[in-house]
């Protein structure tokens, strides 16, 4: 049984119709139109599909749409603002933080929430803050490096 | 994933009454880290009708003090216990063990109560339902573990019980040397029993509309080095290969109390209680840290490729009397 | 030293923009009205005939629009090699490993097409399987495929002066080595979107490296003429090396597509690309070496045994490598080398990020530090004393035109803490350092190993870059791009690349592999900037009266190379050449120098350049968890010329981090042909926490080939660092683990065993 209802992405409310069993990462990329959270693996532990809940990153494929009703969710479209990068996407790639770019969306998420808690994290928080975001193509340095350069500026 | 009804809960009361109604077909759900990953491969034969959100139930997600200890809702996040002021003065070897848990977004997303009830993670239970199909295990009614003769490394080294699988909690193991109670609710009522009694060889005490509603911690004193400790084979988002959390007071070098507790051993926490008896007492230096190391695992029965967990649990007893 | 304007600067994606916003496009972000979900239904048996297919009932499940089997596909099988085509799309009398295709299904969503699968009836006859290289090739195993001893592939060679060797080689050292199959684990899952589009066109969005290999497979598979099929390469997750051949997903979405008529996303869930999207070839190597007693390595002597899995997708390279990398980088006179390639009943085995490399070099180079301890030598002057320089000849006729070995050795033991060997500052710590080689340019298995690049600019000065180079996240666009500019004379706000890379507009290219996008496809880039600039600096030249070769372009401006005199803008001599109606329109090409290595002969230099690298691994072993604690890596690799130096280190910090994976904690588990261990969570990858300090070094080693001196090093990186580990581990226990991963079960059996530790 479908069931209508509201959710708030990025600030803007989206009325979608949809089965309870679908994931938050589903309703955003196919009844939103928002493909930047990705699927990785379907199951929690890669981090491509990390966005924002109320603030904090959780995996949008292990989370009910149907249970984000009233949550503020954030995505990786939502960090410019209009046509100007953010600072932390700016060091993303001038710091060769990206290589494929599959893992990028949920890095910058991460990277993110945890900017919004602690705006001067040291490297080892910067690690540990990523430590559920996997990349296979940049070996972290570079990723760490962009938040680290940054780190001060929570935008 | 195949589809079911959703249905959030408004009260403790409502929820186990569902339980009660849609009894054996109903899941509950709070963080659903475990839960969806289960139901996503279709692990288990039989699969839920109904879903309930406990998560819109209010006043099970605080964490208050008493003149004993904490309380702490079945709703507070792994990342909250971690960084709670309140954790981290009274049992700070339980917001060690959440910190330790998988990774920052499954910390924000599963409960102490989900992490206590998750399933086991043996390989050969959590096959998934595609390429080759389930594997229908002993756990799940079938003929065989395969654990047995197959992989084990990850498996039990204590209880040769019909399943293998290891209790994959970490906060298990500081609830367990904490000596924590459970709060549990159901359609007669709540009940408060020992932690340490909450498993069984196979799963929890848990009945078909039990829902655990709070944990309680009594406070650690403060005299007391409490640790948790967890080896794993990468830092983040692995179960442990073995894992200990310690309690042990120590005055003019002789051990007056000790709790020890192992994880990732067997099918619940063990309180390593051979090892607290050999210190108790006693003064405390390699000698009788290896002698507790010893009676840690006198009972050890590793199965053929996890013999290596038996002299890491030595490591781990000996290093947390020592520090 | 040349100054260059743009190449040889640590410059940024040029389309980085896309990627921080979540615009760039995958193939699973694609979406077309009426679009279909796809999904593969799979053997749950390792070898059983198939009897009967009966999809009555999953055809009339509400939503189901097109169901196709074997039945659909025509006899073209898959396969990366003339002699090797051994695989049908979807299995049409045979099923051979544990998640072989046999049907696919089209359907409204993705849970209609999951349960179509289950109501699709499929009777088997199961069949006896076999499951391990050396029981297949017993005289009476289960045939896999009618192949003698189940060998898909093998081969013998005997280079050099055996005697000679021999006769030196006063200490010989034989170990025997096991490496099993580590998972490419790119993070993008395969994703195939196929729609039948306006021009009558098979179209296909493909996660791929090479979309004019799949356009030409899936047309001689569909029977449909090549101008009829239309592959596209998107924004790619990465691959290295598994999206490397047309996939059995590419041609389910296609005749799904061209069965209903409608648009067709097949994306393969994580767990069926453990099974079947790409992994390495595991092998089992047996290796003897011999050299004098001064140190001097004289020959080396290998038995390769790999298991091919049930079908050959790319694992015949991963043979050749094992047999190419004992040409390099040491100077020996005798090789002596026998390999198989072995069908089983497992899932097909591929190559992945140095196609065969690390594993053979896990062998070679744990030899290699067991001769330098025999020899009392330090491992870096044992290495050094041995290894080939620039202009050196292989024994397989392999022409290393360019060779930073000794620069890589000595560069890595300068950075690394402290001198290594029994130096170790604690019983636990240790250091040790390993060497590796590889294609930097490509391998020739086909007719040619070419790429061809146009260059258009347009009246305003700006320039346009058409290429079939695949950037699969390695950013070969950016340095092609940055390549034209320099050698055009202009900046790199200039030039743009024609995005994506779409079968039907850009010029051939054979794709991404074997590290040769920036020597090949930057030849081809190179050669099309010169013509282009040869056609402006002809019309100029006409215009003010002078020789073309009195004339430059620099920094955006034609100027006169004598007076440095500035003739005109760029943009104005652009215009010129369309006033005289002589548009740009400049071709390059390259194919490297080389020519098809000849098992027979065991000869044939099938690269047109060679990349070397050494590695120094730092760890601290907990003793009592059997926990390595990896502190630094140095990491020192021969690149020729850093076209982009932020993107050389990111090359190496990413490919070390592949290695240390694969040395500590990565294997994929089968038991009977099953994967038991298909999620990220079993299958244990390295996440941020683990990967520790990478110090890469770019060493410049001039190839007078590549592009103002460039090779490949996509690769390299991932070849060194298990060895180097290993080799550190061995400084700490004095004890040799043979095998990978060295977890923590295998270091706490030496401990135990030893008193000493």
């Known amino acids: 049984m479908k069931q209508a209802i509201s959710l708030s992405v990025n600030g803007e409310l989206h009325e979608v119709d949809i089965h309870p069993h679908r994931t938050l990462l589903e309703v955003l990329r196919e009844e939103i139109g928002l493909t930047g959270a990705k699927e990785g693996c379907g199951r929690g532990a890669c981090g491509s599909c990390t966005v924002l809940v109320d603030g904090q990153a959780v995996m949008a494929c292990m989370t009910l749409a149907i249970a984000m009703v009233g949550k503020d969710i954030r995505t990786v479209e939502g960090l410019a603002e209009g046509q100007e990068l953010s600072p932390l996407q700016e060091a993303f790639v001038e710091h060769g933080a990206i290589q494929c770019g599959f893992c990028t969306p949920g890095m910058l998420m991460s990277s993110k929430a945890l900017l919004l808690e602690n705006p001067h994290p040291k490297k080892e928080e910067i690690k540990k803050a990523l430590s559920g975001n996997f990349c296979r193509c940049t070996g972290y340095a570079k990723i760490v490096e962009a938040i680290a350069a940054v780190a001060g500026d929570p935008k | ?67 004993e200890g904490l309380r702490i809702g079945a709703l507070v996040k792994l990342a909250d216990l971690a960084k709670s002021p309140l954790v981290r003065k009274r049992c700070n070897v339980l917001a060690e063990a959440a910190e330790a848990v998988a990774s920052p977004q499954i910390r924000n997303m599963g409960t102490i109560g989900g992490n206590i009830c998750q399933d086991v993670r043996c390989c050969y239970y959590r096959y998934p339902d595609q390429i080759g199909g389930r594997i229908l295990c002993l756990r799940k009614g079938g003929q065989k573990c395969f654990a047995v003769q197959g992989d084990n490394r990850y498996h039990a080294i204590f209880g040769r019980d019909a399943c293998l699988a290891v209790c994959p909690s970490d906060t298990a193991i500081a609830l367990s040397a904490l000596d924590a109670r459970i709060k549990i609710a159901s359609t007669n009522g709540d009940r408060v029993i020992p932690f340490n009694d909450f498993y069984r060889t196979r799963g929890n005490v848990l009945e078909a509309d039990d829902i655990v509603t709070e944990i309680q911690v009594d406070q650690v004193p403060d005299r007391a080095k409490q640790k948790f400790t967890k080896v794993r084979s990468r830092k983040s988002l692995d179960f442990a290969i073995a894992s200990i959390a310690s309690i042990v007071t120590v005055e003019d070098g002789i051990c007056k109390d000790a709790r020890v507790a192992l994880g990732a051993v067997a099918s619940r926490p063990i309180r390593a209680a051979k090892a607290e008896q050999a210190i108790k007492g006693e003064a405390i230096d390699i000698l009788t840290a290896g002698r507790a190391a010893e009676a840690a695992i006198i009972d050890a029965a590793p199965l053929s490729r996890n013999a290596y967990k038996v002299e890491v649990i030595k490591t781990l007893v000996k290093r947390a009397i020592l520090s | ?39 593969i239904l799979r053997s749950p048996y390792a070898h059983a005939k198939i009897l009967h297919i009966d999809t009555t009932k999953a055809e009339k499940l509400i939503g189901v629009k097109g169901i196709v089997t074997g039945r659909d596909s025509s006899d073209q099988k898959l396969g990366a090699h003339p002699a090797l085509m051994d695989r049908d799309p979807l299995a049409k009398d045979k099923v051979r490993f544990i998640g072989d295709e046999i049907a696919a299904v089209a359907a409204i969503d993705k849970d ?65 080595f096991i490496i099993p199959v580590v998972a490419t684990s790119a993070l993008e899952p395969h994703c195939s979107v196929a729609l039948v589009d306006e021009y009558g066109r098979l179209a296909l969005w493909s996660s791929s490296q090479v979309p004019f290999r799949v356009k030409k497979d899936l047309a001689r598979i569909l029977g449909l003429p090549e101008e009829k099929v239309r592959a596209i390469k998107p924004y790619v997750g990465g691959s290295f090396c598994g999206k490397v051949a047309l996939q059995s997903g590419d041609v389910s979405a296609a005749l799904l597509a061209m069965k209903t008529q409608r648009p067709v996303k097949l994306a393969l869930s994580r767990e069926e690309v453990f099974v079947t999207g790409g992994s390495s070839t595991p092998v089992k190597i047996a290796i003897r070496a011999g050299m004098s007693k001064a140190g001097k390595l004289n020959y080396f002597k290998a038995k390769i045994i790999a298991d091919n899995g049930a079908y050959t997708n790319h694992s015949f390279i991963a043979l050749l490598n094992s047999a190419w990398n004992l040409n390099y980088p040491y100077k020996i006179d005798s090789l002596s080398y026998e390999g198989y390639l072995v069908y089983t009943n497992n899932p097909p085995s591929h190559v992945k990020r140095g196609g065969g490399s690390p594993e053979l070099f896990f062998a070679v180079e744990s030899l290699v530090d067991q001769l330098a301890v025999e020899a009392g030598i330090d491992p870096f002057d044992f290495r050094l004393m041995n290894s080939i320089g620039s202009s050196a000849v292989t024994l397989s006729k392999f022409r290393v035109n360019s060779c930073g070995m000794k620069e890589c050795l000595t560069e890595s033991r300068k950075r690394a803490s402290s001198p290594l060997g029994n130096n170790a500052t604690s019983s636990n ?84 592999f074997g590290s040769r996008v920036t020597f090949i496809a930057g030849n081809a880039v190179r050669n099309a900037a010169k013509e282009a600039k040869k056609q402006i600096l002809e019309v100029v030249a006409e215009k003010i009266g002078v020789s073309p070769k009195d004339l430059g372009i620099k920094d955006s401006k034609i100027y006169n190379e004598a007076s440095q005199q500035e003739c ?13 109606g002589r548009p740009i329109l400049a071709r390059g090409f390259y194919d490297t120098k080389t020519e098809p290595f000849n098992p027979q002969t065991g000869e044939g230099n099938f690269s047109g350049a060679f990349t070397f690298g050494a590695q120094v691994a730092e760890v601290e072993i907990d003793l009592g968890t059997g926990l390595i604690e990896v ?89 060194p660092t298990a060895p180097a580990i290993g080799n550190a581990v061995y400084a700490v226990l004095k004890e040799r683990i043979n095998s990978l991963p060295l977890t923590p079960e295998k270091i706490l059996k030496r401990v135990v065993n030893n008193k000493d530790l």
């Open chain 3, 1 to 39: 030293m040349a100054s260059y304007k743009v190449i040889g600067k640590r410059i940024p994606r040029t389309d980085g923009k896309a990627i921080v916003t979540g615009a760039a496009k995958y193939s699973e972000d694609f979406c077309f009205p009426n679009m279909l979900y796809g999904k």
């Open chain 3, 568 to 580: 005109l803008s760029f943009p104005e001599a652009v215009l010129l050449c369309y006033m005289k």
């Open chain 3, 429 to 512: 710590t240790g250091k040790g350092v390993a060497c590796g080689a590889h294609t930097g340019a490509g391998a020739r298995i086909g007719p040619h190993d070419s790429a061809t690049a146009l260059v258009s600019i347009e009246d305003n000065g700006k320039v346009t870059l058409w290429t079939g180079a695949s950037d699969i996240g390695q950013g070969s666009d950016t340095i092609l791009c940055q390549i034209l500019a320099e050698e055009l004379g202009v900046g790199l706000k200039d030039v743009s690349k024609v995005k994506p890379v779409d079968t039907t507009i850009a010029p051939p290219d054979l794709g991404t």
């Open chain 2, 1 to 67: 994933m195949k589809s079911f009804r959703y249905i959030s809960a408004n009260t403790v009361q409502e929820a186990v009454a569902l339980l009660k109604d849609y009894k054996g077909n109903v899941k509950l759900i709070a963080g659903g880290t475990d839960l969806l990953g289960v139901l996503k491969d279709r692990i288990l034969p039989g699969y839920p009708e109904v879903l309930i959100d406990i998560k819109t139930i209010s006043g099970l997600g605080d964490i208050e003090e008493d003149a």
């Open chain 3, 112 to 176: 209609v097409a999951e349960e179509a699968l289950s109501l699709i009836k499929v009777e088997y006859e199961e069949l006896p399987a076999v499951f391990t290289p050396e029981e297949a090739m017993t005289g009476d195993a289960p045939e896999v495929h009618e192949k003698e001893n189940n060998i898909a592939f093998g081969f013998t060679m005997n280079l050099g002066d055996e005697k000679k060797a021999l006769s030196e080689s006063s200490i010989e050292k034989e170990d025997t």
């Open chain 3, 631 to 719: 502190k630094r890596i140095v990491a020192a690799h021969d690149v020729g010329f850093a076209i982009n130096p932020m993107f050389v280190e990111g090359q190496i910090e990413g490919s070390v981090a592949m290695g240390l994976g694969q040395a500590l904690m990565e294997e994929t588990l089968l038991e009977e042909g099953r994967i038991i261990n298909p999620s990220f969570l079993d299958y244990k990858v390295p996440f941020s926490m683990d990967v520790p300090e990478i110090e890469p070094v770019a060493i410049e080693s001039n190839d007078p080939e590549g592009p103002f001196g460039a090779k490949g090093m996509g690769e390299a990186g991932a070849i």
